[in-house]
């Protein structure tokens, strides 16, 4: 009988976790920004919230232009979360002082970056989890294939949508969710 106890109990807590999980906000989720403060998700409850894995060495880097330009047109309602990410070609190797550097220099960065995060395998950063697994986001699972991936939150802090690396920052699928 002891072990049909423990075997509940053993079961009670995974299903404990598992509710846990379903019910995680993004705005519980601990993120460092690049200068290695603390990045506190819940400061942007109300607004959209765009997250991108970027890279300074990718065919996609000048898409930080359209970025920017997004940041700037939609200021009051929209937050871009740029996630320097190495895992795709190793195209972004630099360290946090290289990055910020190489952001502010070649694109005036306005928004947000973040320390160096891993996107997907074992080493993947809780906010990438949550993006990209239906049991934590509730919505949908997605497979991230390369850099300046994007993922959409609403004000509330749902998932609403993710957007290939080809979809320009300014593409109206993008645009229309936010206006």
């Not at 290695?36 to 607004?47: A, M, R, V, Y």
């Not at 939609?74 to 290289?98: D, H, K, M, T, Y």
Request: hydrophobic share 35%.
């Amino acid at each position: 009988m002891q072990w049909l106890r423990s075997a509940k109990s053993s079961l009670q807590k995974v299903n404990k976790q598992n509710t846990a999980s379903s019910n995680m906000s993004i705005y519980d989720i601990e993120l460092k920004a690049i200068d290695g403060t603390s990045l506190d998700l819940s400061s942007f409850k109300g607004k959209y919230i765009l997250v991108v894995n970027v890279a300074s060495k990718c065919g996609f880097t000048p898409q930080y232009k359209g970025l920017r330009k997004l940041q700037e047109q939609f200021a009051s309602e929209l937050v871009i979360l740029g996630c320097p990410c190495n895992q795709f070609g190793g195209q972004e190797p630099g360290a946090a002082e290289e990055i910020q550097e190489f952001c502010t220099l070649n694109y005036d960065v306005n928004f947000p970056l973040t320390e160096k995060l891993h996107v997907k395998g074992s080493k993947q950063h809780a906010l990438y989890a949550w993006l990209t697994k239906k049991e934590l986001n509730g919505v949908k699972s997605t497979s991230i294939l390369w850099n300046f991936y994007k993922f959409l939150i609403s004000p509330e802090g749902t998932l609403l949508k993710s957007f290939k690396s080809t979809t320009a920052p300014l593409d109206k699928s993008i645009v229309n969710l936010i206006s």
